[in-house]
């Protein structure tokens, strides 16, 4: 048993880290902010010296039965849901195109970013259908990653089970819009023109057939510039098999949380 | 209880320091020793809080204090009077893990990279299949043995690496399973050295105590392979399991030994808290119900309590400084409200990180406006309101000494940047560097930030890896309360666990 600290310079290798820089960059998104509590920031705005400090008062937390935090649209309904599958071509602000499929059912949402072998999988929360359980798998790294709720969250297009349906935009957002008289058709379904009222929504514009909550085209501008997407196939129901759980899709992949994930290739 | 200063009367060392030689042979004796020594003299220390900050090394808390109290302000940390610097080397790494830090400083014994409170005869995983060294006994055993109350409190899985290495042994981490049923016991595999087991055992982890076919309280699955429910087998021996928020704060002292597991893994940030379903409590609400039942049902020997916060780690490694130094903030709440709560005068309270990051707080940016000893002739938009606060996270500003005007500062190709860096991680731009203002491509999970300020940005990192790294400098130890004078120079992270046996007389 050794009782120093000596260090052994011979020791195992350690593994590199992996050079693929994770963003989760699949979705289109616009920040939310999760806001500090007030009363905590300014009790803590003290330079009292060297004084005795007093005991503070723990915080109010969120009990079971209190969800506000979590303020998700309960619309649209999932339970009716049509089953399919929308493959976009997305271009991110001049970038080069790039292409996004949703993968939806009643229970399930995935999307799917065929490029770079990234998928983000939701499955409805059992207990609070608002929320979503979410798994980002990497092929490149042959791992499925469980993300925690505070992690999907960042991203408001993905925080919710409602907004998650919709693949790039928010509920709210999409509800800010106002119907044109104009329409299109593609796939067989008529698309209506949803635009928005003021010069200060990031969300432009939807081409939206409300039956099949699914959109042909979308439009976003904010100050990092434009993003669009337009649908290029439309498959009903959702293809065979792209709605299983990822564990049961790649069963030889491992699966870890995505914060256990960030400790182990930093450490090897 | 009572409430007390931070600053109790120096007191005089009553254990000579033993030699190398000595320190060795009082390892390998039994736990008995413990005993000896108690009957040689009163310890200085009834009970014991040990703090760790994982990966809070001291450009984190030095960033924590500005982001929490201000430039000038004082984290309960600056306030701590014995103070010390602590070598983090694992026996194989010169930059450590975790489980080979904490296993350091809760047993006293140098460790590899990996490994759970056994020896550096153990390797990870024992990859040469040739068998592990004997386990190191951990504070925790000791304690026990000596007639106190245990406990561990964590924000990470309880089964995690640090929390682990208070009642586990195990030649890799990565065993969590196993060191469930090692806290648990009635089990074959129970640490017997923990007598009658952890008097309090919080944190997440719920998944590493359910069999995957089964859904615990929050509708997510267990990652047991054996069929078993650990929740209701810990109940049947006897303990008291809890797993929101609301359960915690009614516990009263009758109830203990309790189980509380308040995640199926990791508690979430406390940035992220109001998103849980079922309410998780705040590592300070942690903090002071367990040192209010561990007082409560101690009886002259006191307790020994660990409190980790445990995920200042995980956004460093995610690159999002906004988080660690929340978290941060949470553990130096969490240490002002402990030290207000006991009675320093027979409770010892360290803390110190396990390792540190590659973070830094670089640049000259300059304190916010109303706090300059002068007036600038000109500033900024930017720069003319915000708090101190808005300064260390937004783009650095600069004084321009030869105009007298603040703006922000630029690298060489005019572009600025902001003081919170790492050297490496997901924070890495690929392409060429834009003003961070304008950033909106690198956020937290697919967040697209504001600015800097947003608590999703992700600062900038220099070489691209999926994730940021651990630090290989020192960190800091503080101590407060009774026996805390040994904090001083700078100690191996095995010292550590010297300071608080002898304290407690163990
Ligand atoms: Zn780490």
Redesign the pocket.
Same mark, same amino acid.
Request: negative net charge.
């Given at each position: 048993m050794r009782s120093d600290s000596e260090s052994q310079p011979e020791g195992p290798p350690r593994r590199g880290a992996a050079a693929v820089v994770l963003t989760v960059v699949i979705t289109v998104v616009i920040w939310r902010a999760l806001e500090v509590p007030g009363d905590a920031a300014s009790a803590l705005q003290r330079t009292d010296g060297l004084t005795a400090l007093e005991t503070l008062e723990p915080r109010a937390t969120p009990r079971l039965s209190e969800t506000q935090a979590f303020s998700s649209p309960a619309w649209p309904g999932a339970a009716s849901r049509p089953s399919l599958s929308a493959t976009y071509l997305r271009s991110v602000r001049g970038a080069v195109d790039e292409v996004f499929v949703l993968h939806r059912d009643a229970a399930r949402v995935s999307w799917q970013s065929p490029d770079s072998g990234r998928r983000v999988d939701f499955e409805q929360h059992g207990l609070d259908p608002r929320r979503v359980l979410s798994q980002l798998s990497v092929r490149d790294e042959g791992v499925v990653l469980d993300l925690a709720l505070g992690d999907a969250a960042s991203d408001p297009s993905a925080a919710s089970w409602a907004d998650c349906s919709l693949g790039g935009f928010t509920v709210q957002e999409l509800t800010a819009l106002r119907p044109t008289e104009a329409t299109r058709e593609a796939f067989g379904v008529e698309f209506r023109e949803l635009r928005a009222v003021g010069e200060h929504e990031a969300l432009r514009e939807v081409w939206w057939n409300a039956e099949l909550e699914v959109a042909l085209e979308w439009r976003r501008v904010d100050a990092s510039g434009e993003v669009r997407q337009v649908l290029q196939d439309l498959q009903r129901p959702a293809r065979a098999g792209e709605l299983r759980d990822p564990v049961e899709r790649h069963p030889e992949w491992r699966r870890l949380d995505f914060a256990d994930w960030?400790?182990e290739v930093?450490?090897g | 209880m009572l409430a007390r200063s931070l600053h109790p009367a120096p007191k005089s060392p009553r254990f000579s320091i033993p030699g190398r030689l000595g320190l060795t042979a009082w390892l390998a004796c039994a736990l008995p020793c413990g005993s000896f020594a108690q009957e040689a003299t009163r310890p200085e220390a009834r009970n014991a809080i040990f703090f760790v900050g +994982?990966?809070m090394g001291i450009s984190t808390v030095t960033a924590a204090r500005v982001f929490s109290v201000g430039v000038d302000g004082q984290l309960a940390l600056d306030t701590m009077p014995f103070h010390a610097l602590s070598r983090t080397a694992s026996s194989d790494s010169i930059t450590a +893990?975790?489980a080979a830090t904490m296993s350091a400083m809760i047993t006293g014994v140098s460790t590899n990279n990996g490994v759970i409170s056994m020896g550096a005869e153990s390797e990870p995983a024992d990859f040469n299949m040739d068998g592990d060294g004997p386990p190191a006994t951990t504070l925790f055993e000791l304690a026990k043995a000596a007639g106190k109350r245990i406990g561990v409190v964590t924000t990470t899985r309880v089964t995690h690496a640090t929390p682990a290495a208070c009642y586990a042994h195990g030649n890799h981490r990565d065993a969590e399973n196993d060191f469930a049923l090692q806290a648990l016991p009635t089990d074959a595999s129970y640490n017997p050295a923990l007598l009658g087991g952890l008097d309090l055992l919080a944190g997440g982890g719920r998944r590493q105590f359910l069999d995957a076919s089964m859904t615990d309280e929050e509708g997510e699955a267990g990652r047991r392979s054996d069929g078993r429910d650990l929740r209701a087998e810990f109940q049947a021996a006897n303990y008291e399991y809890v797993w929101n928020a609301e359960q915690w704060s009614a516990l009263g002292v009758e109830q203990l030994p309790v189980l509380a597991l308040f995640n199926s893994s990791h508690m979430e940030y406390e940035h992220d808290r109001a998103l849980d379903l079922g309410g998780e409590p705040s590592l300070v609400e942690l903090t002071l119900k367990a040192v209010e039942l561990l007082e409560a049902s101690a009886d002259d020997n006191g307790w020994l309590l660990l409190v980790e916060a445990g995920r200042i +780690? $995980?956004a460093?490694?995610g690159g999002n400084a906004f988080r660690a130094l929340r978290e941060t903030e949470q553990l130096d709440r969490a240490v002002e409200a402990a030290s207000a709560a006991v009675n320093l005068e027979e409770t010892l309270v360290l803390v110190t990180a396990d @390792?540190s @990051?590659g973070f830094v707080l670089a640049g000259y940016p300059l304190r916010p406006l109303e706090e300059l000893p002068y007036k600038p002739r000109d500033w900024d938009e930017g720069f003319a309101t915000g708090s101190a606060r808005d300064r260390l996270l937004d783009v650095a500003y600069h004084l321009n000494a030869r105009t007298g005007e603040v703006r922000a500062a630029r690298d060489a190709n005019g572009v600025p940047y902001t003081a919170l860096l790492y050297a490496s991680g997901p924070g890495s731009r690929t392409a060429a560097r834009v003003d961070p203002r304008e950033d909106k491509a690198n956020g937290w999970f697919g967040a697209e930030p504001t600015g800097p300020r947003d608590p999703n940005y992700r600062q900038e990192a220099h070489v691209p890896l999926s994730s940021e790294t $651990?630090g290989g400098e020192d960190v800091s130890l503080y101590g407060v309360g009774a026996g805390s004078h040994r904090v001083r120079g700078t100690l191996s992270n095995t010292e550590i666990f010297q300071v608080m046996r002898r304290a407690l007389g163990l």
């Open positions: 960030l400790d930093s450490e | +994982d990966g +893990d975790s +780690d $995980h460093h490694h @390792h @990051h $651990h």
